[in-house]
Structure formats: structure tokens, C-alpha cells
């Protein structure tokens, strides 16, 4: 999408903009984000499969349950702003309300290659993060690796010709 689209949507604003008067940012401030939408705690795949084998070899972690996530939480709205620093890519990023992201799901879901179901937006709603007591990577001493450190890698195919060249 931040290829072909001039704007991109951040899910889970809310409807209504917070207007505050005479706050630190100024006279007059429109929080149009909110906090940001669902949060997310995306994981390197080489510390998930580094965590799979250190499970594999240690016969006394056999049978427990890990949750594995990186070591940042970011909202919807920081993953879209870390997608486009590394991509050099400048968007318009649209707020865009779990109601109106729903209504737009119903139809667009009804295209053969939909970009957006009604099942995708309900995920939405929740926050995909690590509950902090569960067993996770510090369990496995595995230092997970940070997404901003991964991503240049990652995304360098989709970065814009003047990019290319970092």
C-alpha cells in the first residue's frame, strides 16, 4: 500500500479528535491518533527459531509454554512511521476509527484479493503483545532483537530509487 497510496490508514483512533486549549504544544492541539491504535510487539524470526532450538536442547523447558515478543511495544501508528523511515517513503497517515474500518471491511471484503476483512479488523481490536508473567525469551536467556534493527534489512526492497543506495 505505502508503494501505490498517497495516505495510509491508522486503525483504532478515535471518532472524535481531543481538542486541547492552551497545552504544552501550543494554543490550540488536535490529537487526531489518540494512542496510537492496537499496540504491537513484533519478534525477529531468528529469535524465534534460536528460542526453538535452546526448547529443543534443554529437556527441562520441554512441555512449557513461551510467549515470544521483541523488546518494544509500538502502537499501529509507530509501526506505520518506522514502515515509512525505512522505506523513505512520506504518507498522510488518516485516522481511521474500528467503526469506520469495519464498514469499510464489509464491502471490501467481497473483492476477490480483498485489502481489508471484517475478521482482520476485529483482530485489530486487540492488542498483540506478551503478558509480562508469562514465560518469554529472558526465561530462555535469548536477548531478543530490537525491530528497528531488523527492519532496514527487511524493508530495503521497497525503499524509493533516491533510498536505495543506504
Not at 475478521?119 to 503483545?129: E, F, H, R
Amino acid at each position: 500500500m505505502a508503494q501505490l497510496s498517497p495516505v495510509l490508514p491508522v486503525f483504532g483512533c478515535p471518532t472524535f479528535p481531543k481538542i486541547t486549549l492552551f497545552g504544552e504544544n501550543g494554543a490550540l492541539n488536535f490529537d487526531f491518533y489518540g494512542d496510537g491504535g492496537s499496540k504491537f510487539q513484533p519478534v525477529y524470526v531468528g529469535d524465534v527459531a534460536d528460542a526453538i532450538v535452546k526448547i529443543l536442547e534443554t529437556p527441562d523447558k520441554a512441555g512449557s509454554i513461551y510467549e515470544l515478543g521483541g523488546p518494544t511495544i509500538y502502537s499501529f501508528i509507530e509501526l506505520m512511521e518506522l514502515v515509512l523511515k525505512h522505506t523513505g517513503r512520506k504518507k498522510i497517515l488518516v485516522p481511521v476509527p474500528f467503526w469506520m474500518a469495519m464498514m469499510k471491511a464489509w464491502f471490501l471484503q467481497l473483492l476477490p484479493n480483498p485489502l481489508l476483512t471484517c475478521d482482520q479488523v476485529t483482530l485489530l481490536k486487540n492488542d498483540n503483545v506478551i503478558d509480562q508473567k508469562a514465560k518469554g525469551f529472558k526465561d530462555l536467556e535469548i536477548q531478543p532483537v530490537a525491530a528497528d534493527a531488523v527492519l532496514p534489512v527487511y524493508l530495503s526492497r521497497f525503499r524509493t530509487s533516491k533510498k536505495r543506495s543506504l
